[in-house]
Structure formats: C-alpha cells, structure tokens
C-alpha cells in the first residue's frame, strides 16, 4: 500500500514551473523521499531524491519541509515533454521494494 | 549509459499458456523487480530477487508466477497458465551494487503482454 498523497492530475501551459506536492504522512527516519517520472507505455524512470531540505539536478529540485511530511517536486519550464505521470515514493535504505501510488498525471498544454 | 533490456516487446499467448518474459539487468547490480501494470492503472509490485533467491513479493505473485536468474544476465518471469486477467504490461528492474538495498531502480521498457 502507497504510504504517499499526491493530487490526481495537474494541467500547466508550456513554459510555466510546475509544482507538485505528496504528503507523507506516515515517513519513517530512515526513508528517503523519491521521485519518478512514468511516460506513456514506458518504465517509470527515476527523477530525483532527498531526504530533507532542497535538492536540485538537471531535471528538476526538490523541496522538503524540516518535518518532512511533505515534498515539492519543481519543474522549471515545462515543455509538452512533460506530459508524464509523476510519483513520490517513501524509501527506506534498504531493500524495501518501490510501491507506486497512482500519481499524478501532467498534462503540458501548448 | 547501462540500462535495463527486455525481451519481448509485445507477447500474445492463448489462455493457459504459459509464458517466460525475458530481462537482462544492468551488470554490477544485486536487485531484481518484476512490476506489472494494468492498462490505466498503477504500477504494482510482483517481486524482488536478491542474492539468487526471492527477497519479498505480493499477493498478486501467487503460485503461477516464477523468477529465475539462469545465468549471470538474464532474469526471467514465467506465468505457468496464463488468464485473461494477465493481460499487462509487465516491467523489470535493477538497482542497488552493495549489500544495502538500493533507493533507485532502473527498469526496462517492459513487455506487453496479450492474452486471448
């Protein structure tokens, strides 16, 4: 069972940041906040991770409150690429398999 | 860049067949997923395979479901008599080089799996 929220879906015109936020409402010390990104007819793919404060790469930063029951995933500049699915996951440092949720669904609008 | 590969892309199979749905993951890693996903679902945990042997899996990995790692590269999921309701598209992956699991899995471009 997803132990995250996040919202269903999320419309952004081209160009506009795109801000997704999960609760993790029931994260344990030692798991690590992920991000992955799942297109159509494709594998989801690994975005970023973090385990608190604020975390950037190529694709996109991630934002974690001090208490770490929330994520912000920030995309800078979406283009119609970004039309994908986006999932937070909680992750222990272990071998705790990933359990996706529903995601939420962007959809990038010309 | 590595990545995972499966093998094959799309697969129809008559009802009670059994199939094998091929994957070679990334070299230097230890871990190994099967995942499905139902068309306009969410993607669901099958099983996780480490150290040449199943680490955990779900309900949904029942007694027609296997995993094998015959080789140093291939890992392989075999449903022994296939439903309608197997229909879907099943991914791989790999992650994790130490003995301390891995936060970050690659997986495969998946195999579509028809049964008729």
């Known amino acids: 069972l997803a132990k995250t929220t996040q919202p269903i879906s999320m419309d952004s015109y081209e160009g506009q940041e795109v801000n997704i936020t999960c609760s993790h409402n029931?994260?344990?010390?030692?798991?690590?906040i992920t991000w992955y990104q799942q297109f159509p007819s494709q594998g989801p793919r690994f975005i970023i991770q973090?385990?608190?404060t604020k975390v950037t790469n190529e694709v996109a930063s991630l934002f974690i409150p001090a208490d770490r029951k929330s994520s912000t995933l920030s995309l800078p500049r979406v283009s119609l690429s970004d039309t994908a699915v986006y999932y937070c996951l909680d992750i222990d440092s272990g071998n705790t398999p990933l359990v996706f949720g529903k995601g939420t669904r962007l959809s990038v609008i010309a | 860049e590595p990545e995972v590969t499966q093998t094959p892309s799309h697969q129809v199979t008559q009802m009670g067949q059994e199939v094998i749905l091929r994957c070679v993951p990334i070299s230097n890693h230890l871990y190994f997923y099967w995942y499905r996903q139902i068309l306009g679902q969410k993607v669901e945990f099958l099983v996780s395979f480490y150290n040449n042997e199943i680490s955990e899996k779900s309900e949904i990995f029942d007694d027609q479901f296997s995993v094998e790692r015959p080789d140093g590269s291939n890992f392989t999921l075999k449903i022994r008599s296939t439903k309608l309701e197997d229909s879907a598209m099943y991914f791989c992956?790999?992650?994790?080089?130490?003995?301390?699991?891995?936060?970050?899995?690659?997986f495969g471009q998946g195999t579509r799996l028809t049964v008729v």
């Open positions: 029931n994260i344990a010390t030692n798991d690590y």
């Open positions: 992956a790999s992650g994790g080089t130490g003995d301390k699991g891995t936060t970050e899995a690659f």
């Open positions: 973090g385990y608190k």
